[in-house]
């Protein structure tokens, strides 16, 4: 029987080449899918792969976009029917932003995959972009889940990691329920299989070190590291195929909890802080896309991005901020300039901060340590999105961009209204 894989990419999307070598290792035929082709002969494939690179180059957040494109509605479909579908670095970005992985009532967003920060002794030693080898375990029983029914419970693979939002965050409550449901397929461990949770065991600071994630029919997994890549990773392709030759009859159950509700405040901006906001003198292809996105959704807009930095200083605060500008840390002169414009003629404003402000608190660091800037306190790194709404109720179509989560993870982001 010829076992037929759709091979999913996105504009941006790179390992396509690695993902369908790897199926045809275990005698699956690849089939090339792209994101905007007709889907009339979608469901006679008998599964899906979702390869990794950089859909839509990452704008607004990585695998958010390609999330909100039709084809998604398509796998969502057939993940419903126990089909297996695997989601691999982007592409499991895409799952989680599209709430397949792990699969709660209506698909809602309950997991953020956010920047990488590399943890030792309680300290964080590195953040972003990562490259390197991990070992996985498996910490699930194998037959839970398509992707490993051709392994054993505690077995361990080392395949590549490169990413740079590869961080697993949730609830604790979450969590827990994960753990329940077998659903934290794999994890990260050292050589002694030891789930030590500091770097390097842990290379992206995970929750619980994960470094995949299934849904409850265990037929949908998101996993960062790319098994694609090296043989080494070949048990899960080959588990992907047993499971499809198998024939499980299983509808897919929806995942037993409510996340909290969304609020959304006005922000309140300490009063001894200064904010810098910084535009592009270029075309923002982040607004454009988004722009795009949302247009496909219903929602016309006009939108704009603003990077939103907040320094707090001690002393002399003109001269900290003098020696600030002078290290182009913040912003790069050559395509971007301070912007003194007002937020008030748009139709809303938003200003998205991340929850452990990773970036600000690196270039804080940076501006101490390398540049010797005393007297600063703080820095945090937002950004602002600005729509100017064409539709008549303002609020409403406010609530329907929120609802995208196309600006914001909730899971990993604060999102305040700044008009």
Same mark, same amino acid.
């Given at each position: 029987?010829?076992?037929?894989?759709?091979?999913?990419?996105?504009?941006?999307?790179?390992?396509?080449?690695?993902?369908?070598?790897?199926?045809?290792?275990?005698?699956?035929?690849?089939?090339?899918?792209?994101?905007?082709?007709?889907?009339?002969?979608?469901?006679?494939?008998?599964?899906?792969?979702?390869?990794?690179?950089?859909?839509?180059?990452?704008?607004?957040?990585?695998?958010?976009?390609?999330?909100?494109?039709?084809?998604?509605?398509?796998?969502?479909?057939?993940?419903?029917?126990?089909?297996?579908?695997?989601?691999?670095?982007?592409?499991?970005?895409?799952?989680?932003?599209?709430?397949?992985?792990?699969?709660?009532?209506?698909?809602?967003?309950?997991?953020?995959?956010?920047?990488?920060?590399?943890?030792?002794?309680?300290?964080?030693?590195?953040?972003?972009?990562?490259?390197?080898?991990?070992?996985?375990?498996?910490?699930?029983?194998?037959?839970?889940?398509?992707?490993?029914?051709?392994?054993?419970?505690?077995?361990?693979?080392?395949?590549?990691?490169?990413?740079?939002?590869?961080?697993?965050?949730?609830?604790?409550?979450?969590?827990?329920?994960?753990?329940?449901?077998?659903?934290?397929?794999?994890?990260?461990?050292?050589?002694?299989?030891?789930?030590?949770?500091?770097?390097?065991?842990?290379?992206?600071?995970?929750?619980?070190?994960?470094?995949?994630?299934?849904?409850?029919?265990?037929?949908?997994?998101?996993?960062?590291?790319?098994?694609?890549?090296?043989?080494?990773?070949?048990?899960?392709?080959?588990?992907?195929?047993? %499971?499809?030759?198998?024939?499980?009859?299983?509808?897919?159950?929806?995942?037993?909890?409510?996340?909290?509700?969304?609020?959304?405040?006005?922000?309140?901006?300490?009063?001894?802080?200064?904010?810098?906001?910084?535009?592009?003198?270029?075309?923002?292809?982040?607004?454009?896309?988004?722009?795009?996105?949302?247009?496909?959704?219903?929602?016309?807009?006009?939108?704009?991005?603003?990077?939103?930095?907040?320094?707090?200083?001690?002393?002399?605060?003109?001269?900290?901020?003098?020696?600030?500008?002078?290290?182009?840390?913040?912003?790069?002169?050559?395509?971007?300039?301070?912007?003194?414009?007002?937020?008030?003629?748009?139709?809303?404003?938003?200003?998205?901060?991340?929850?452990?402000?990773?970036?600000?608190?690196?270039?804080?660091?940076?501006?101490?340590?390398?540049?010797?800037?005393?007297?600063?306190?703080?820095?945090?790194?937002?950004?602002?999105?600005?729509?100017?709404?064409?539709?008549?109720?303002?609020?409403?179509?406010?609530?329907?961009?929120?609802?995208?989560?196309?600006?914001?993870?909730?899971?990993?982001?604060?999102? %305040?209204?700044?008009?």
């Amino acid at each position: 029987m010829s076992v037929k894989i759709g091979v999913i990419q996105f504009p941006g999307s790179n390992t396509e080449r690695e993902t369908m070598m790897a199926c045809q290792r275990a005698k699956m035929e690849p089939v090339e899918f792209l994101w905007n082709q007709a889907t009339n002969n979608f469901s006679s494939l008998d599964g899906y792969i979702i390869v990794g690179g950089f859909s839509y180059e990452d704008r607004s957040r990585s695998g958010v976009i390609a999330s909100l494109d039709p084809i998604i509605e398509r796998i969502k479909e057939q993940a419903n029917l126990g089909k297996p579908i695997l989601g691999i670095c982007n592409g499991a970005q895409i799952l989680i932003e599209s709430g397949l992985i792990p699969g709660v009532n209506n698909n809602d967003l309950v997991i953020g995959l956010t920047k990488n920060k590399q943890i030792q002794n309680g300290r964080v030693v590195g953040v972003g972009y990562y490259n390197t080898w991990a070992n996985l375990l498996l910490s699930v029983s194998a037959r839970t889940c398509a992707f490993t029914c051709n392994m054993k419970k505690d077995e361990v693979i080392k395949i590549p990691l490169a990413h740079g939002e590869g961080r697993f965050v949730m609830s604790s409550q979450l969590l827990d329920k994960l753990i329940s449901n077998n659903q934290t397929v794999f994890r990260y461990c050292d050589e002694n299989h030891k789930t030590n949770p500091d770097f390097p065991t842990n290379p992206n600071g995970s929750m619980f070190n994960l470094a995949a994630v299934s849904n409850t029919g265990g037929n949908v997994m998101a996993i960062m590291p790319h098994p694609e890549r090296t043989t080494n990773g070949d048990a899960l392709f080959n588990s992907m195929k047993k %499971y499809i030759l198998e024939k499980p009859e299983k509808r897919v159950s929806a995942l037993s909890y409510k996340p909290k509700r969304r609020t959304v405040k006005n922000y309140k901006k300490p009063k001894c802080s200064t904010v810098w906001t910084v535009e592009l003198i270029i075309t923002d292809n982040e607004a454009e896309t988004v722009q795009a996105a949302l247009l496909k959704k219903g929602i016309s807009s006009t939108v704009k991005r603003q990077t939103w930095w907040e320094i707090i200083a001690h002393g002399e605060k003109q001269s900290v901020l003098e020696k600030i500008d002078k290290t182009g840390e913040l912003y790069n002169s050559n395509k971007e300039f301070l912007s003194n414009q007002s937020l008030e003629n748009t139709s809303c404003s938003f200003l998205v901060i991340e929850k452990e402000n990773i970036l600000g608190r690196s270039k804080l660091e940076m501006l101490k340590n390398r540049f010797l800037i005393k007297n600063l306190k703080q820095i945090k790194h937002g950004i602002v999105w600005s729509f100017n709404l064409n539709q008549k109720n303002i609020e409403r179509s406010a609530d329907k961009i929120l609802n995208t989560n196309i600006i914001y993870n909730p899971n990993s982001h604060e999102c %305040y209204r700044i008009n």
